[in-house]
């Protein structure tokens, strides 16, 4: 990582304002209080469905494609061996950082009290980061090398063609229940149990080696949405249009899913669609008033969670972590809960409470963002 004294100027103010909005929801999505449960909406849906937590991570590799076809023009200037060079230590560093971040602390205190170092055998390979950065190689490397055209013909073949893997190496019946689909079984094979996610019903990770296949395309959405902003986004015609390819993205969404179940965990076609279709909508709304309407009100606060995007979401997890692991005196509960259920909790029972948590321990990550923005540091990866 290194700090750059000014961030990407060529950026749209409603693009860093995207991502911000992500972001913040990302930290409360992640960090609900305890003592009770959060909102139902603000939790993901148990298997299929669709609530607004789910949109958080597809949004997330949206607005990394939207912002990559800022970039990618330098990029195609490159020489080859210089933009895979580049492109290979970019997603280097950020599968890295995800793999340290499920690692971390490091240690763990053995059943005699003995502090000890956790197993690799132990630690999550995959994960939000991991996902980030194998999207990002694949995604860089398409536009590199193949036109917009292509970029959307590959993204039908990876939609189309995962859906036939899911029912061609499933178990027969069973294609797409959680403990004996065809990404927990590849999962298992390549990975084995100790290294994918264990927080579920069953052992089954939401950021499989397979469901990156479609993920890739929430990114490919995201750059040539980016290009399109950058032709003619800023008119009414151009929101229109966003407005209206996002309605029948969303509608045609609704159709597969009828067959092929909307499914975060999954990460089916039909979710997909689903998130870019609101993704481009939303985005057609931000520029409306951000770009057009010069409607400002919010945008700062929003601009700071944009401005380092990674580095606050890796700090906001690994604070967390932090606090998790931190025993208050009374040794019955970590710092964590003790603040949320003996202080928020007396003051705001209930979700309320949960909710309110959540948004200071966000507020806390804004805070720190807002010092490296005062400070003209933005890390970039």
Same mark, same amino acid.
């Given at each position: 990582?290194?700090?750059?004294?000014?961030?990407?100027?060529n950026?749209?103010?409603?693009?860093?304002?995207?991502?911000?909005?992500?972001?913040?929801?990302?930290?409360?999505?992640?960090?609900?209080?305890?003592?009770?449960?959060?909102?139902?909406?603000? +939790?993901? /849906?148990?298997?299929?469905?669709f609530?607004?937590?789910?949109?958080?991570?597809?949004?997330?590799?949206?607005?990394?494609?939207?912002?990559?076809?800022?970039?990618?023009?330098?990029?195609?200037?490159? /020489? *080859?061996?210089v933009? %895979?060079?580049?492109?290979?230590?970019?997603?280097?560093?950020?599968?890295?950082?995800?793999?340290?971040m499920?690692?971390?602390?490091f240690?763990?205190?053995?059943? #005699?009290? +003995?502090? !000890?170092?956790?197993?690799?055998?132990?630690?999550?390979v995959?994960?939000?980061?991991?996902?980030?950065?194998?999207?990002?190689?694949?995604?860089? +490397?398409?536009?590199y090398?193949?036109? !917009?055209?292509?970029?959307i013909?590959?993204?039908?073949?990876?939609?189309?063609?995962? %859906?036939?893997l899911?029912?061609l190496?499933?178990?027969?019946?069973?294609e797409?229940?959680?403990?004996?689909?065809?990404? @927990?079984?590849?999962?298992? &094979?390549?990975?084995?149990?100790?290294?994918?996610?264990?927080?579920?019903?069953?052992p089954f #990770? =939401?950021?499989?080696?397979?469901?990156?296949? =479609?993920?890739?395309?929430?990114?490919?959405?995201?750059?040539?949405?980016?290009?399109?902003?950058?032709?003619?986004?800023?008119?009414?015609?151009?929101?229109?249009?966003?407005?209206?390819?996002?309605?029948?993205?969303?509608?045609?969404?609704? %159709?597969? #899913?009828?067959?092929? =179940?909307?499914?975060?965990?999954?990460?089916?076609?039909?979710?997909?669609?689903? @998130? +870019?279709?609101? #993704?481009?909508?939303?985005? /057609?709304?931000?520029?409306?008033?951000?770009?057009?309407?010069?409607?400002? $009100?919010?945008v700062?606060? &929003?601009?700071?969670?944009?401005?380092?995007?990674?580095?606050?979401y890796?700090?906001?997890?690994?604070?967390?972590?932090?606090?998790r692991?931190?025993?208050?005196?009374? *040794?019955?509960?970590?710092?964590?809960?003790?603040? &949320? !259920?003996?202080?928020?909790?007396?003051? $705001? =029972?209930?979700?309320?409470?949960s909710?309110?948590? /959540?948004?200071?321990?966000?507020?806390?990550?804004?805070?720190?963002?807002?010092?490296?923005?005062?400070?003209?540091?933005?890390?970039?990866?």
């Amino acid at each position: 990582m290194n700090a750059i004294s000014n961030p990407n100027s060529n950026r749209f103010l409603s693009l860093d304002v995207f991502r911000g909005l992500t972001i913040c929801l990302m930290i409360v999505v992640n960090t609900p209080g305890t003592g009770a449960n959060l909102y139902p909406y603000l +939790v993901h /849906a148990e298997w299929f469905g669709f609530t607004l937590a789910d949109l958080v991570f597809p949004s997330f590799l949206f607005a990394m494609g939207n912002a990559m076809s800022f970039s990618m023009g330098k990029m195609k200037e490159m /020489a *080859a061996d210089v933009f %895979w060079k580049k492109v290979i230590k970019r997603t280097i560093i950020i599968f890295l950082l995800g793999f340290l971040m499920y690692w971390f602390p490091f240690v763990k205190q053995g059943v #005699d009290g +003995v502090w !000890e170092l956790k197993s690799f055998a132990e630690t999550r390979v995959m994960g939000v980061l991991q996902r980030i950065a194998l999207c990002y190689l694949f995604a860089a +490397v398409i536009f590199y090398y193949l036109s !917009e055209k292509a970029a959307i013909v590959l993204s039908v073949i990876f939609l189309l063609g995962y %859906w036939a893997l899911l029912y061609l190496f499933g178990q027969s019946g069973a294609e797409l229940e959680m403990a004996t689909n065809a990404v @927990t079984r590849l999962d298992l &094979s390549i990975l084995g149990n100790g290294h994918i996610y264990k927080r579920d019903m069953v052992p089954f #990770d =939401p950021e499989g080696i397979l469901s990156t296949l =479609p993920a890739i395309v929430n990114v490919i959405a995201g750059f040539i949405a980016g290009t399109f902003i950058q032709r003619i986004g800023k008119s009414f015609e151009g929101i229109a249009k966003l407005l209206i390819v996002g309605f029948l993205l969303m509608a045609l969404a609704r %159709w597969w #899913d009828l067959v092929f =179940p909307i499914c975060k965990k999954l990460w089916t076609g039909s979710f997909v669609l689903y @998130t +870019v279709g609101i #993704d481009l909508s939303i985005m /057609a709304v931000l520029i409306y008033f951000i770009e057009l309407k010069q409607k400002h $009100f919010g945008v700062e606060f &929003s601009t700071i969670f944009g401005k380092n995007p990674l580095f606050i979401y890796l700090f906001s997890e690994l604070f967390f972590t932090f606090l998790r692991r931190l025993t208050h005196v009374n *040794a019955e509960m970590d710092v964590f809960e003790w603040f &949320s !259920e003996c202080l928020i909790q007396r003051i $705001f =029972p209930g979700s309320f409470g949960s909710f309110v948590t /959540a948004i200071l321990f966000m507020l806390l990550c804004w805070a720190v963002g807002w010092w490296l923005n005062k400070k003209r540091i933005y890390i970039k990866i």
